[in-house]
């Protein structure tokens, strides 16, 4: 079984100051880690992924993620919010089997990132 | 590539009629994926297919909902008779092979039933 944790359910910060929005997550097998990001009324769009390579991931728009299997955590980081990075994150787990196929994806609750002046 | 396409990004709709969503995956994308987004339940798996067989479909809230993936390049998501409880933005993606790599999503198409 999977699921994740999304230890914040808003975080506020002031532009220019550093973002870390919190994720901690449970597999069963070598889990697949991912973080989304949804801007108001608009879809998902995939920022960064952990697949067992490196454990330190960067994405797009300055953000990364340190994947640490000893504190089952997977925390986003950046180092200078911008206005525009106000949204709401998604903390995403998957899990496949041996011999699976299809992998399902199990998203946290979501973190809301305001960002102000 | 157009990305994922779903249709129609809005749709309202009387409670007891038929809905019918539209997805049109990545072409290449073996592996597809029905989600909802509601405030109080937030993202749920609805169903997901392989290869076009439904794989997974634990998460269909009940039988008034069906999904169907004829080919690999369509599917449809169909509630029967629908309910204004049903009202949530309704999200497909797709993927290739297990799905590592991530997946990607389409617009969403944000139904309201009254």
């Known amino acids: 079984a999977q699921s994740v944790t999304q230890l914040d359910s808003h975080v506020s910060v002031s532009e220019g100051t550093p973002v870390l929005l919190r994720c901690n997550y449970s597999?069963?097998?070598?889990?697949?880690l991912f973080w989304y990001v949804q801007h108001p009324n608009k879809g998902l769009q995939l920022l960064l992924k952990?697949?067992?390579?490196?454990?330190l991931v960067k994405g797009i728009n300055g953000f990364e993620a340190e994947f640490k299997k000893s504190e089952t955590s997977f925390h986003l980081t950046k180092p200078s919010a911008h206005m525009s990075d106000a949204a709401e994150y998604f903390c995403?787990?998957?899990?496949?089997?041996?011999?699976?196929?299809?992998?399902?994806?199990?998203f946290g609750t979501g973190t809301r990132l305001q960002v102000t002046l | 590539d157009a990305g994922v396409i779903q249709s129609p990004r809005h749709e309202v709709t009387e409670m007891g009629q038929e809905v019918t969503l539209r997805c049109k995956p990545i072409s290449g994308h073996n592996s597809l994926f029905w989600y909802r987004q509601t405030m109080m339940r937030g993202l749920e798996l609805l169903i997901y297919f392989n290869n076009n067989v439904p794989i997974d479909d634990s998460g269909m809230p009940e039988d008034r909902f069906s999904a169907k993936m004829p080919n690999a390049s369509f599917s449809t998501l169909k509630i029967q008779p629908s309910e204004p409880r049903d009202s949530a933005v309704y999200f497909c993606?797709?993927?290739w092979g297990t799905g590592m790599l991530g997946y990607t999503f389409g617009s969403g198409t944000r139904l309201t039933v009254v």
């Open positions: 952990y697949t067992s390579a490196a454990t």
């Open positions: 993606a797709s993927s």
């Open positions: 995403v787990v998957s899990d496949t089997p041996p011999g699976g196929t299809a992998s399902k994806l199990t």
């Open positions: 597999s069963s097998y070598s889990p697949s």
